[in-house]
T-cell receptor, first 114, second 117 residues
Framework: AQSVTQLGSHVSVSEGALVLLRCNYS??????LFWYVQYPNQGLQLLLK??????LVKGINGFEAEFNKSQTSFHLRKPSVHISDTAEYFC????????????FGSGTQLTVLP | DTEVTQTPKHLVMGMTNKKSLKCEQH?????MYWYKQKAKKPPELMFV???????INESVPSRFSPECPNSSLLNLHLHALQPEDSALYLC????????????????FGSGTRLTVV
């Protein structure tokens, strides 16, 4: 079985600051890892995904994440956040083959302050 | 077309009503999913369709009845719901169905906000 744990249910940062959202995974097989963003009253939008290629993954809107196998982590970061990045962020994991179901972490609410 | 379209966007229904949620994608994806999301919580998987056949039912009450008429459409029929069923219902699709390889992520629709009164 695979799972993800997101540390910190709420993160507040000032506009222009670096933000780091933490995600640790547990998987018995090489996982596929994803970060999704959900703006208020909307569905989920894929930010980026790790699929066993490069360990540093670049996504949309200036976000990036680094896969660290030894620390079983897949933290999301953005060097300079904007107020429009205020949203809920979900880390998710799926396995290959029959374990393809997407399992979400509990989410982190990011608030960017002016 | 790279979208998953869900209708309606909002739905208010009484506990004795019958209604349906609709989801449509034209990306050629062969797996489609229904998720339920309560406020401030992550989405919870309800059903998975793989090649138009129901593959996973996560012990969902029978008052929720999924249907996949063809590879582009997914419906969720609702009957005799309870107020605790009020939530955001999300549809998603992925190129790879269960059991196949690949990294394919899910594409989500914007959801149907359901309120049961």
């Amino acid at each position: 079985a695979q799972s993800v744990t997101q540390l910190g249910s709420h993160v507040s940062v000032s506009e222009g600051a670096l933000v780091l959202l933490r995600c640790n995974y547990s998987s018995s097989v090489p996982p596929y890892l994803f970060w999704y963003v959900q703006y208020p009253n909307q569905g989920l939008q894929l930010l980026l995904k790790y699929t066993s290629a490069a360990t540093l993954v670049k996504g949309i809107n200036g976000f990036e994440a680094e896969f660290n196998k030894s620390q079983t982590s897949f933290h999301l970061r953005k060097p300079s956040v904007h107020i429009s990045d205020t949203a809920e962020y979900f880390c998710a994991v799926s396995g290959p083959g029959s374990a393809r179901q997407l399992t979400f972490g509990s989410g982190t609410q990011l608030t960017v302050l002016p | 077309d790279t979208e998953v379209t869900q209708t309606p966007k909002h739905l208010v229904m009484g506990m004795t009503n019958k209604k349906s949620l609709k989801c449509e994608q034209h990306m050629g994806h062969r797996a489609m999913y229904w998720y339920k999301q309560k406020a401030k919580k992550p989405p919870e998987l309800m059903f998975v369709y793989s090649y138009e056949k129901l593959s996973i039912n996560e012990s969902v009450p029978s008052r929720f009845s999924p249907e996949c008429p063809n590879s582009s459409l997914l419906n969720l029929h609702l009957h005799a719901l309870q107020p605790e069923d009020s939530a955001l219902y999300l549809c998603a699709s992925s190129r790879a169905p269960l059991g196949s390889g690949g990294d394919y992520g899910y594409t989500f629709g914007s959801g149907t906000r359901l309120t049961v009164v």
